[in-house]
């Protein structure tokens, strides 16, 4: 059964769009919901994080937000640059479980210019 | 940011061989994870370990596999015997403690089972 679910698995935008990346989760008990990306050859990297206490997360051009009551979470890429094409990755983990990661499959981001 | 290292990158054997992959976590970290990714399908847990001790394994951690890390060295996951299904991406993670969330990964180990 797989845990964490991510959407679309590609997605391709123009320079300067909004890129969005979703994901959905089954397990009540997650508490913890990283994205990650990762760029061919390295290893995949925390980008943002967010706790369920609050419902938006933001770090400059990137932004979590988190619907608790649907389960849901998604990532905007504001401004996307050709830099940020790459694969991210959502995850979700729970407190008490030794912070063990469910990951998704991953999207493949790719920002044309 | 904080790196953790992975030795080999690659690494192709005959089944029934073993493996030994190694990861180098970061230096003060002290919670330590292994993935499994298999080609198109997404990164899933394998174990974790803390204090000497295996805290959880998944049902990928099959019987075939231990995880060790002796004071100081390499964290390692052992594959004895291989089999082709154990044919995947290998990510090793670490982490800084109880109250610190963010795992750092590896590039990974590919291993292919011939």
């Known amino acids: 059964q797989q845990q964490v679910r991510q959407s679309p698995q590609s997605l391709t935008v123009w320079e300067g769009e909004t890129a969005i990346l979703n994901c959905s989760y089954e397990d009540s008990t997650f508490d913890y919901f990283p994205w990650y990306h990762q760029f061919p050859g390295e290893s995949p990297a925390l980008l943002i994080a967010i706790r369920p206490v609050s419902n938006k997360k933001e770090d400059g051009r990137f932004t979590i937000f988190f619907n608790k009551r649907e389960k849901k979470f998604s990532l905007h890429i504001a401004d996307s640059q050709p830099g940020d094409s790459a694969t991210y990755f959502c995850?979700?983990?729970?407190?008490?479980?030794?912070?063990?990661?469910?990951f998704g499959k991953g999207a493949k981001l790719t920002v044309s210019p | 940011g904080p790196k953790v290292l992975q030795i080999p990158s690659h690494q192709i054997i005959d089944m029934g061989q073993m493996v030994t992959l190694n990861c180098d976590p970061v230096?003060?970290?002290?919670?330590f994870y292994w993935y499994k990714q298999i080609l198109g399908q997404q990164m899933e847990f394998l174990v974790n370990f803390y204090n000497g001790k295996v805290m959880e394994k998944s049902k990928l951690f099959k019987d075939q596999f231990s995880v060790e890390r002796p004071d100081g060295s390499y964290f390692t996951l052992k594959i004895q015997p291989t089999a082709l299904e154990d044919s995947a991406v290998y990510f090793c993670?670490?982490?800084?403690?109880?109250?610190?969330?963010?795992?750092?990964f590896g590039p990974g180990t590919r291993l292919l089972v011939l």
């Open positions: 995850a979700a983990s729970a407190q008490g479980t030794g912070s063990k990661l469910s």
């Open positions: 230096s003060n970290h002290l919670y």
């Open positions: 993670a670490s982490r800084l403690g109880v109250n610190q969330d963010t795992q750092y």
